[in-house]
């Protein structure tokens, strides 16, 4: 790298799974008013303010998810992730991250724990550096903040 050149951070893969698309519309008790744009918004000027860019994708698909956070390991630093009902049910997400080997923060718009019992558990957790729920799209805010502390950090990894 030439003198006064300095590498560029590599982005945050922001990723939204099944019916995120619907935000604004679903349950606006439960998620709010803001919709996937507005969070989208939200996510790449916080990311900006914390020295990072986001890449937001949002997918209603399992093996879309997937395939996106297979393609992340050399493309992204991290991974922040909302998989919605994914989260309870899909190995085959959790082995996605588990061998992308970025740091994962992992989010929820509710408060998981405070809604029916089979949204307690998150098999995704065991991949991830984080867990944020409850709070809203500024979840996504604080999980972006942790993960610029996490990529100056000499281990950034899970």
Not at 110 to 136: D, M, P, Q, T, W
Request: some cysteine; overall charge positive; charged content about 20%.
């Amino acid at each position: 790298m030439a003198a006064g050149k300095t590498k560029k951070a590599l982005p945050v893969l922001v990723l939204n799974g099944p019916n995120l698309n619907m935000l604004g519309v679903r349950e606006p008790k439960t998620y709010g008013r803001a919709t996937l744009r507005d969070l989208e918004t939200f996510c790449k000027k916080t990311a900006k303010e914390f020295g990072l860019t986001v890449d937001c994708r949002q997918s209603n698909v399992e093996g879309e998810l997937v395939t996106w956070i297979q393609q992340s390991r050399k493309t992204h630093g991290g991974i922040v992730i909302n998989a919605g009902g994914y989260s309870h049910t899909s190995v085959a997400i959790l082995d996605a991250l588990l061998l992308s080997e970025l740091p994962v923060i992992e989010v929820h718009i509710s408060n998981i724990y405070g809604r029916e019992k089979f949204r307690h558990h998150s098999l995704l957790s065991k991949a991830a550096k984080g867990v944020i729920c409850g709070l809203g799209i500024d979840g996504y805010g604080y999980a972006l903040q942790s993960m610029a502390k996490l990529l100056k950090s000499p281990k950034s990894g899970r």
